[in-house]
């Protein structure tokens, strides 16, 4: 189960806190961002940090980058990896309406 986004507590009273990423999801995007350092193939790399599959991982990934809290602690980043599994999609759906992009 995926570790639920802290608040940072140091807001004014009536202020809502931004949410902070937790040691996992840090871990998370530090991978994405440098996974080529690491010996071997990623989803090695995958199972011996996080110790779950690779597909598991993705699931989290994917709701990862959707959130504002991974956006603020590495827009460049997440905005990559957005764009990333925006293309992935869009070829995906092409090729099941046989159409060409």
Do not use: C
């Amino acid at each position: 189960m995926a570790e639920p986004l802290r608040r940072i507590d140091d807001t004014p009273p009536g202020q809502d806190a931004k949410p902070a990423l937790g040691d996992r999801e840090q871990r998370m995007l530090a991978l994405e961002r440098e996974w080529w350092k690491y010996s071997g193939a990623k989803e090695q790399a995958i199972r011996d940090l996080f110790n779950m599959s690779a597909t598991h991982y993705y699931q989290l990934l994917n709701a990862l980058i959707d959130t504002e809290a991974a956006l603020a602690h590495d827009p460049m980043l997440v905005k990559r990896l957005r764009r990333l599994r925006s293309t992935r999609q869009r070829e995906r759906s092409a090729r099941r309406l046989g159409a060409d992009i």
